[in-house]
């Protein structure tokens, strides 16, 4: 370890179990010395680990529901109370879509579901910003990160209303970025991440096809939940203070690539023979 954020206060949103990337991250942050508190749903809480990384972690679990600006208030009011100062970190990595988990096209989106979707999975960034923006909550130079995937840019199947998620998700860390930039000093950005085998994105349909066909296409390979929690570190430090209101491809070389020779080979012998 090498104590990159020794020091630095940090609020993670959307642990839920030890296949969620939030979580990994969460391990990694304070690894490299970073106290933090914890936030996700009331029913997450109940029913995922969460609470067994907090222990792991010496980290206070605050329950909030995170397109609740009341809720919201609460988490950066209490984690500046428990972690002794203001913030500078946060992770934002929240995602849901009942249009996926009902099985819904996307010319056939119900749009009570899709409202949802901005709002969990997109919107929610914002409100998490405004909130400490507004409360005085953040230090100078914070560093605050989405996920994301880069559906947001590229139509893939099954991946329907959350690939425009996405896209306002990415928008909005750039709007951020400019007024937190100006006034703080501080940096928003969005991780495009590799197919990562989590909880919630194994439950779109197609998954094991993404993985397979992106473990191909990229010159590296997938980016595993290791690689990106070592990658968060980096952008929550201040290594680097100058990066900002960008969605940075953290993906093995995928989005560079048009064919490779795997990819190709892959459709002449078939997927499915390995």
């Not at 642990?15 to 508190?37: F, H, N, Y």
């Not at 570190?233 to 020779?261: A, N």
């Amino acid at each position: 370890m090498y104590n990159l954020l020794k020091g630095k206060r940090g609020i993670i949103f959307g642990a839920l179990d030890e296949k969620s990337m939030a979580w990994r991250i969460a391990e990694r942050v304070v690894e490299e010395g970073a106290q933090i508190t914890l936030s996700n749903t009331a029913m997450a809480i109940r029913f995922g680990k969460i609470n067994e990384l907090g222990e792991k972690l010496n980290a206070e679990i605050i329950p909030a529901d995170a397109t609740s600006l009341e809720d919201l208030e609460n988490v950066f009011k209490k984690s500046v109370e428990v972690l002794g100062g203001k913030i500078d970190f946060v992770l934002h990595s929240i995602g849901m879509s009942m249009n996926i988990r009902k099985k819904l096209e996307y010319p056939e989106v119900n749009y009570d579901f899709y409202h949802k979707t901005l709002d969990i999975s997109a919107i929610s960034f914002h409100k998490i910003i405004q909130t400490g923006y507004k409360l005085g909550a953040f230090n100078e130079g914070v560093s605050i990160l989405a996920l994301s995937y880069i559906a947001a840019q590229r139509i893939f199947d099954k991946y329907n209303d959350m690939a425009d998620a996405k896209a306002l998700l990415e928008s909005i860390g750039r709007g951020w970025g400019y007024y937190l930039g100006r006034e703080l000093k501080g940096r928003v950005n969005v991780v495009s991440q590799s197919p990562t085998p989590t909880t919630a994105g194994s439950g779109v349909e197609g998954f094991d096809f993404f993985y397979k066909y992106s473990e191909k296409m990229s010159p590296l390979g997938n980016a595993d939940i290791n690689d990106l929690a070592d990658y968060c570190v980096t952008l929550f430090s201040d290594l680097t203070r100058k990066v900002t209101m960008q969605t940075l491809y953290h993906d093995g070389g995928f989005s560079s690539m048009g064919m490779s020779i795997d990819v190709m080979d892959a459709f002449v012998n078939g997927f499915d023979k390995e």
